[in-house]
């Protein structure tokens, strides 16, 4: 493991100690100690293990959802593991390696997410209609870092959205609207016309688009942040689970990273379990697992809305007014 970092004091980037790291990482479920595996010794858990190696031991049929974040093609160091970026048709090739037997833990009415960039999209695209019914590419904006001085900023990546069948899949739009400022109110006889008159602004609830724009990438001052270099926010993940999950449901991540699936799962209240191969990332899934036990707030979701970004202000307020807590999810 690495060194424990020394963060300035306004810092929340995850830290875990030496003590900590020996905690975590006797509550990680190690696949070279496991022959097989159940659907009971997996659930809830964070396999340490290869995805090729532990794929084959989880049984068939049993998630709901399925959140897949690959390496994209392109060379990146996930703390030692060093990926490669490659041809278009290698790329295919390597995602066909495992898709088919990740797929296999989905249940036939059940849904399943995969994420890329720009670069990568078209080869997820191939080969998400090779096995599923493809129903859309959501757009979001992760608009971080500098500017390019040749390009255009690369500020978007998608995730492409398919499902086993497409007459028989669950989608929760009501739990996914986002509230948004009305900028130019219609009132109709003089009343609000599909928005809401409060003393802290105009709002409207919408129906979720498949682009999202009200997305924060998560950066030092935010809890939820680790030192993962491909980490995706929470609130991007928690839309996807409450449109695609029921409660008490599965969502399943093998390739778990930094643990966002898995802690967004417990967070609203969904079983889960993730492969991960990175020791140290493991751990730091786990020790985020045991941070929601105390803290299940989820940045730019609030008492069940989720809020467009930079409204942190009207979310704060909302939060005092409201009779609903956010306990009401777990209950």
Not at 7 to 17: E, F, H, Y
Not at 292 to 301: C, E, L, V, W
């Amino acid at each position: 493991m690495s060194k424990e970092k020394v963060r300035a004091g306004r810092n929340q980037t995850l830290n875990v100690s030496e003590e900590e790291y020996k905690i975590y990482s006797k509550k990680l479920l190690i696949d070279s100690k496991q022959a097989d595996f159940t659907l009971e010794t997996i659930k809830n858990k964070t396999i340490l293990g290869d995805l090729f190696s532990v794929i084959d031991k989880i049984p068939e049929g049993i998630a709901d959802l399925i959140i897949i974040d690959p390496p994209y093609n392109l060379s990146k160091d996930f703390n030692g593991f060093k990926f490669k970026s490659t041809t278009d048709s290698a790329y295919i090739d390597y995602l066909r390696t495992w898709f088919g037997k990740v797929l296999k833990v989905l249940k036939p009415n059940g849904s399943l997410y995969l994420c890329g960039d720009w670069k990568s999209t078209s080869a997820l695209q191939i080969v998400m209609n090779e096995n599923l019914t493809v129903l859309n590419r959501i757009t979001w904006q992760r608009d971080k870092g500098r500017g390019a001085k040749t390009n255009w900023k690369n500020s978007m990546e998608d995730i492409w959205f398919g499902v086993n069948n497409s007459k028989d899949y669950y989608f929760d739009v009501n739990s996914v609207k986002l509230k948004k400022k009305v900028i130019a109110p219609y009132k109709v006889n003089g009343k609000p016309k599909d928005w809401e008159e409060t003393k802290d602004g105009n709002f409207r609830l919408t129906y979720p688009s498949n682009f999202m724009s009200d997305i924060t990438i998560p950066y030092w001052s935010m809890p939820e942040n680790t030192d993962h270099p491909t980490q995706k926010p929470e609130k991007l993940i928690a839309k996807l689970i409450l449109a695609s999950c029921p409660k008490d449901g599965l969502v399943f991540d093998p390739f778990l990273g930094s643990g966002t699936t898995s802690v967004v799962a417990k967070k609203l209240g969904r079983h889960y379990f993730g492969i991960e191969m990175n020791e140290e990332y493991a751990v730091w899934s786990e020790k985020r697992l045991h941070s929601a036990d105390i803290d299940k707030s989820i940045q730019g979701f609030s008492d069940g809305i989720f809020w467009e970004r930079n409204s942190l202000n009207s979310q704060k307020k909302n939060k005092k007014i409201s009779k609903i807590t956010s306990n009401t999810l777990f209950n």
